[in-house]
């Protein structure tokens, strides 16, 4: 299996990477230098220290010297202590306090005055009143009072510290927020996973072979620079999505053993406009110190649009600032440097052409969907830690899934083997691999009950696509009819080539057509009516029409020009004249009119065929290719090799 994409190290940090050796530690300096700690300091502890001398005055009140008398003489006091002039003294009962306040007092303190020459010893002996050596009111000592007064300057100094630490790494205030940010830590692979290299690529050979002068180089640039010769800055990777774009770069960077810093485009935009420049600036400093390197950038059509008239405000600007730097970045690039940059897009149509042009990507590279060879491999390096049945026959499952990429394959082998331990087997076997085929390509199965009526219609609406497939010749093969609920569907007829096709004849899309107008001439032909089960079949059918009457010159009205842009997500008709769109149009309606008489005349003369596959179909809700040719009384054709 592929090796996990690395994790970021920090969530500001845009980019992973990989191979790169760790920098040293950064020096942090104390905002506002240790004088300043220390004079803030002194400040915290000379407050605490007034703070605490104002609450470590006792409560307890200063009585007159009569009124202490008083309560001597009443035998209310239980003990004192004296230390020179001054008395404390504890009550047995409270008292109201004197002077009229509010509240009691069990304890006071009191001074006795010099001219006093009263027998109070004798008082306090006769009313049992005990004299102690120890202060009745107890006060904390210097020691305590020392360590509560430090407390809260270490507080502020731990704080300080901490603070200082969050704002020299840059994950914290304004610094952070801007984009203005300490060189990231780089993210190591784990301890013992190996990096990924071109074993684990399969499929795409040639793709390799032009991704092998970028290794190459990385191994041995002096050997280039003594011929002279200069290294592409860039590498576009095109491809549909699933191609294994995102693998071949990291397999690259890890063939030639070079650190590999990947990110994806929109992880660069942020609302404030200069972020994504900052970013980009400080991910390409990051790489030159560590090169020779790789920076990968996936999905760059986020940023690198074709730049057009008329600002916008926010993410506009900083889109297009993100790519001007970027640009500037691939400028500044020399051969000495050996920093390479791969990208990765699956709309290179829609690519600024500054970024294309000799100098930026110098090279693009197109990867395509792998052919029957390339499947079987790429299920090979996916099945490697899969225990597998005796009875799997990878070259069978390659045969039927044209058109699969690396991507879906590996799911492919992923839900076989989430099926294998649902049936508590230990091994993969060939029935899990279809029925992980069958929930890829047809959908989940739905626990729908549908009424009887509804169900044999659904059967001979898949009975008409899967006859009409059978009888038009150079037609895909049927594979599996079925009126199981799947997905959004009520049933499901799959029909796959033998071989990869690449180009396509016009007879073979009228084929196509027919064979998705079949369940609807089905239900016309039997029922007399037509339901909304059509919808998904008639939306592929229009989309074929399009492209023979307005993009593939299949229309001698229309003529051998292209009308309706590739690009569907441009307005439709912003490429030819009103006339020429209502041309199309019409041929449009032509070629699907004559495609759905076709339908019908065929399922009326083969009517009986329609029927016996219908009621096989009913009886056993599922055909397999073979079931349901002969349940047709339909020869099946030898198979392509």
């Known amino acids: 299996m592929a090796n996990p994409v690395p994790p970021r190290d920090r969530t500001d940090q845009p980019w992973r990477s990989e191979g790169a050796p760790p920098p040293p530690p950064a020096k942090r300096k104390m905002p506002g230098g240790w004088g300043g700690l220390i004079l803030t300091a002194l400040v915290v502890y000379l407050i605490a220290n007034l703070v605490l001398s104002f609450f470590n005055r006792g409560d307890e009140p200063t009585i007159s010297y009569t009124e202490f008398s008083k309560q001597v003489s009443s035998g209310n006091v239980t003990k004192i202590y004296s230390k020179g002039d001054a008395i404390q003294g504890e009550l047995k009962n409270k008292q109201p306090l004197p002077n009229g306040d509010k509240g009691d007092y069990g304890k006071f303190v009191t001074q006795r005055p010099a001219f006093a020459d009263d027998d109070l010893w004798a008082q306090l002996t006769k009313q049992n009143v005990t004299v102690t050596a120890e202060p009745v009111v107890q006060e904390r000592s210097f020691l305590a009072n020392l360590l509560i007064s430090l407390a809260p300057m270490l507080l502020l100094v731990a704080l300080w510290i901490f603070i200082a630490r969050r704002m020299s790494s840059g994950m914290g205030g304004a610094g952070g927020m801007l984009g203005r940010k300490a060189p990231p830590k780089p993210v190591e692979l784990e301890a013992g996973v190996k990096r990924t290299t071109f074993a684990d690529v399969a499929g795409i050979d040639e793709v390799e072979g032009e991704l092998n002068d970028v290794v190459d180089f990385l191994k041995n640039p002096q050997a280039y620079r003594e011929m002279g010769a200069k290294m592409p800055r860039g590498v576009l990777l095109a491809g549909p999505p699933g191609t294994g774009k995102t693998l071949l770069a990291r397999a ?38 560590v090169a020779p390197a790789i920076i990968f950038i996936d999905e760059i059509d986020t940023i690198g649009r074709a730049r057009g008239g008329g600002s916008g405000m926010g993410g506009h600007d900083e889109r297009e600032q993100t790519l001007n730097q970027i640009l500037t970045e691939m400028d500044g690039f020399t051969g000495s440097e050996g920093v390479i940059v791969l990208a990765a897009t699956n709309r290179a149509d829609v690519l600024d052409p500054a970024l294309t042009r000799p100098g930026r990507f110098d090279r693009i590279v197109h990867v395509n969907p792998p052919d029957r060879g390339g499947r ?32 879906e394959l590996a799911n492919l082998a992923n ?42 219609r659904t059967a001979y609406h898949e009975s008409g696509h899967a006859l009409l497939g059978m009888l038009q010749p150079g037609a895909d093969p049927v594979r599996k009819i079925t009126i199981v609920p799947r997905g959004r569907a009520l049933g499901v007829t799959l029909s796959t080539p033998d071989s990869d096709k690449y180009a396509y004849t016009e007879d073979y899309l009228r084929g196509r057509i027919i064979g998705a107008l079949g369940g609807m001439a089905a239900e016309q032909v039997v029922f007399g009516v037509v339901t909304t089960g059509a919808e998904s079949d008639l939306e592929q059918v229009t989309n074929i029409a399009r492209g023979m009457a307005g993009r593939w010159g299949m229309s001698e009205r229309v003529g051998r020009l292209t009308a309706i842009p590739s690009d569907a997500q441009q307005a439709y008709g912003l490429s030819a004249a009103p006339a020429t769109l209502d041309t199309v149009d019409a041929e449009m309606r032509r070629i699907v009119d004559e495609c759905y008489e076709s339908a019908v005349r065929q399922l009326r003369e083969h009517r009986d065929k329609l029927d016996a596959l219908a009621a096989a179909l009913l009886e056993n809700e599922t055909l397999e290719e073979a079931a349901a040719y002969r349940a047709a009384g339909i020869t099946r054709a030898a198979r392509e090799d």
């Open 415 to 456: 839900e076989a083997a989430l099926l294998a331990v649902k049936r508590d087997q230990r091994a993969v076997t060939r029935s899990d691999l279809s029925d992980a085929l069958e929930k890829v390509q047809l959908g989940a199965e739905r626990p729908l009950v549908m009424p009887a009526d509804e169900r044999r």
């Open 252 to 289: 690259v960077a890890g063939e030639a053993g070079v650190p590999f810093f990947s990110a994806s485009a929109s992880e660069f935009i942020e609302m404030i406009v200069g972020v994504g420049a900052s970013r980009v600036r400080e991910l390409f400093a990051e790489a030159r110190k």
């Open 376 to 407: 079987e491999a790429i299920l090979r390096i996916h099945t490697r830690e899969i225990p597998l049945a005796k009875d799997v026959d990878l070259e069978h499952v390659a045969r039927t899934t044209p058109g699969m990429t690396g991507a």
